[in-house]
């Protein structure tokens, strides 16, 4: 898990300029899109939706963006088509990476993020290869410095989380996917602010990355994070904490 939770918080933070914050926003607008076509355009009724509403406000996205994107979900606004699509495969060292995509052109899609792959030493998977070492959970992340961890754990684990770990001052409350907006009203209700929200595969096991491989994997984490269909990148790979430092820098 610490490889996976590591990289969510790199992604995060460097999502504060200008360009990533445009990304973000773009795939977010694809979330509320698709989320809207398969469950309907009320969040209340909308598990998904909701989550990537309440993602794209914490976000500062502007209403009338969200309330667009809703709109072309459900048919009301033409727009673009997009599909859902998982890739497996394999970076540097062997690490397994489970790389979730919305496309409006999957050959366009595969064809890139073969050539990422392959370019940064890793290579693209058959179907289920590799998904059977991640598990589909809620991921709660919560600001170290402003609560307790007594007071965390004990929100945390009455609303039914299965658990909470700290990681350089986030707590993370880990919840299976049915549990996990009851999770998170729960410690709302306790008056824990929430800083960020997600459904993640965190892997079963972690690969110890280190040295030039280590850099070598967050390159290609990287280089994948950057291609605009990509939607979320999940890893096994424990990268070594002197490689997430220079890339935090």
Same mark, same amino acid.
Request: avoid cysteine.
């Given at each position: 898990?610490?490889?996976?939770? /590591?990289?969510? #918080?790199? /992604?995060?933070? /460097? ?7 445009? #990304?973000? +926003? ?13 469950? !309907? ?31 072309? !979900? ?54 289920? &290869? ?20 007594? &007071? ?14 700290? %990681? ?11 549990? +996990?907006? #009851? ?25 110890? %990355?280190? !040295? ?6 967050? /390159? ?10 990509? #939607?979320?990148?999940? &890893? ?7 490689? %997430?430092?220079?890339? %935090?820098?």
């Amino acid at each position: 898990m610490a490889g996976h939770s /590591k990289w969510a #918080q790199i /992604k995060r933070k /460097k999502a504060v300029n200008d360009q990533k914050r445009g #990304q973000m +926003f773009t795939r977010l607008i694809r979330e509320i899109t698709v989320s809207a076509r398969h469950g !309907g355009g009320n969040p209340e009724f909308n598990p998904r939706l909701r989550l990537a509403v309440d993602t794209a406000k914490n976000a500062n996205m502007p209403q009338e963006n969200i309330e667009r994107a809703i709109a072309r !979900g459900t048919g009301e606004l033409e727009g673009v088509t997009y599909e859902e699509v998982a890739y497996e495969g394999y970076g540097p060292g062997g690490v397994a990476l489970y790389i979730e995509t919305t496309t409006d052109n999957q050959k366009r899609t595969v064809a890139e993020v073969r050539h990422i792959l392959e370019k940064n030493g890793g290579n693209l998977g058959t179907a289920g &290869s590799v998904a059977w070492q991640f598990d589909r959970k809620g991921q709660i992340y919560i600001d170290g410095g402003r609560y307790g961890e007594e &007071s965390v754990l004990e929100a945390a684990l009455e609303a039914g989380a299965e658990d909470v770990s700290l %990681m350089d001052g986030e707590y993370i409350v880990t919840t299976d996917v049915g549990s +996990f907006h #009851q999770v998170q009203s729960g410690i709302e209700a306790a008056g824990i602010e929430v800083s960020q929200a997600e459904f993640a595969m965190v892997p079963q096991n972690s690969v110890s %990355m280190t !040295g030039p491989e280590a850099v070598q994997v967050l /390159k290609l984490l990287e280089a994948l994070d950057d291609n605009d269909d990509v #939607q979320k990148v999940s &890893s096994n790979a424990d990268i070594d904490e002197s490689v %997430m430092a220079e890339a %935090m820098s």
